[in-house]
């Protein structure tokens, strides 16, 4: 018997073999798309230790050819690439001086790859004008594509258009995955615009001032309008609106916490509260009131309700925009 034979095994899978460990590193290279140079190199030589044993050698060649080609997506470091050109829908954030997170939903940035790497980056927005970025720098790092630049905007104030200096700084994960800002220094004292991809946040979509007038119907009475009302919504900053309704003729109505969300192409909220009433000149009770709005994104067509079921029988108040309907007299 040749020297070295007693250390020859003929089972199926021979025990210098770490079968699990090589089809374990197998499956890591398989699902993250990575491919270390040692784990490589265990699997390529763990298919030529047991020669005896093709169903496992075939295996072994298929992942470790698998791996190779994989490998081709990654660059030098490991890390995938982002490809950052494509076109972004979601919404922008403005703050300056004299407002903070001024909202406008359905917004979309363009970035195309320019040939030497760089991005040229196209923002055209119905309230803030078009933003222009020729030769923004990319870089990577992990899953994250950053980039940054200078360019341009023009935008109108006072009924006029201006051009104005402006930068640009992007983090890019993937298409419906990024965050981009972009800043003007020189107008209303510094303007930020802050664009996140995905559907504008309902609370922060709904903030804002409600103007109109009022239609109250009760068991006593209908359609007694009233102009010159308004309804003041008020972001909480976890997904929720504060409501309050200040009327000379029906009190105020105040609710904290009203949950707001999107349904359909519509903004809503729900809630409810108590408010003071005095009726026929006695002193103020507290009734408890549910209130339910919705809007459309530009805030031009919405209906706020009140509903105060304690009062003549069943008191119904909403706010509608514009003047109220003129009524005869």
């Known amino acids: 018997m040749p020297e070295g034979a007693d250390n020859v095994r003929t089972e199926k899978h021979p025990v210098n073999v770490d079968t699990r460990g090589v089809l374990r590193k197998s499956r890591k290279i398989l699902k993250t798309g990575y491919c270390p140079t040692s784990d490589l190199r265990v699997i390529l030589q763990s298919k030529t230790k047991n020669t005896n044993d093709m169903k496992i050698k075939s295996i072994f060649m298929m992942l470790s050819v698998a791996a190779l080609m994989m490998g081709c997506d990654k660059d030098e470091n490991g890390s995938k690439t982002v490809d950052f050109a494509g076109s972004y829908n979601g919404y922008t954030l403005a703050s300056c001086d004299y407002f903070q997170n001024r909202i406008s939903p359905d917004e979309t940035v363009v970035i195309t790859k320019n040939t030497d790497g760089s991005a040229s980056v196209s923002f055209t927005s119905a309230m803030w004008g078009t933003f222009t970025i020729t030769d923004a720098q990319a870089s990577i790092s992990g899953n994250v594509c950053s980039l940054s630049g200078s360019g341009q905007t023009q935008m109108g104030m006072g009924g006029s258009t201006s051009t104005y200096k402006c930068t640009f700084t992007a ?159």
Not at 196 to 210: I, K, N
Not at 244 to 262: M, P
């Open 171 to 329: 983090e890019i994960k993937s298409q419906t995955d990024a965050r981009m800002e972009f800043k003007i220094p020189a107008v209303m004292g510094g303007m930020t615009l802050t664009f996140q991809t995905g559907d504008a946040p309902a609370d922060l979509l709904l903030a804002g001032t409600y103007e109109g007038y009022t239609d109250a119907d009760c068991a006593m009475f209908h359609d007694r309008y009233t102009d010159g009302e308004s309804v003041k919504l008020t972001a909480n900053g976890d997904g929720s609106v504060k409501v309050v309704f200040e009327s000379d003729l029906w009190g105020t109505f105040t609710v904290e916490s009203a949950t707001a969300t999107k349904e359909g192409e519509e903004y809503v909220f729900t809630g409810s509260g108590s408010v003071a009433m005095g009726m026929g000149g006695g002193p103020a009770t507290d009734y408890d009131f549910t209130v339910s709005g919705s809007t459309n994104a530009a805030k031009d067509d919405y209906s706020i309700v009140f509903k105060v079921p304690a009062v003549m029988g069943g008191l119904t108040i909403t706010l509608l925009p514009g003047t109220a309907p003129a009524t005869e007299e």
